[in-house]
């Protein structure tokens, strides 16, 4: 239980990262995330971007 916790704190702290340090479009995000430790396996072909347990909504280019 711990250890989703954790990766839920951790999703979070980036989910709050890219809200104050993008416009919410989806290149802005990438671009933030290519440091991410899960990069490699993000796919932004796809309107839905998974972290490490949410996932993140993009509706016409924007995070919803």
Same mark, same amino acid.
């Given at each position: ?5 954790? =990766? ?12 104050? /340090?993008?416009?919410?479009? /989806? ?6 995330? /290519? =440091? ?9 072909? =796809? ?12 509706? /016409?280019?924007?995070? =919803?």
């Amino acid at each position: 239980m711990r250890e989703g916790y954790s =990766s839920t704190e951790n999703d979070l702290e980036t989910l709050a990262d890219l809200i104050n /340090k993008t416009d919410l479009t /989806k290149i802005e995000a990438e671009r933030v995330l /290519k =440091s991410h430790r899960l990069y490699g396996f993000m796919d932004f072909n =796809s309107d839905t971007v998974a972290l490490e347990r949410v996932n993140m909504i993009f509706e /016409k280019g924007r995070l =919803s």
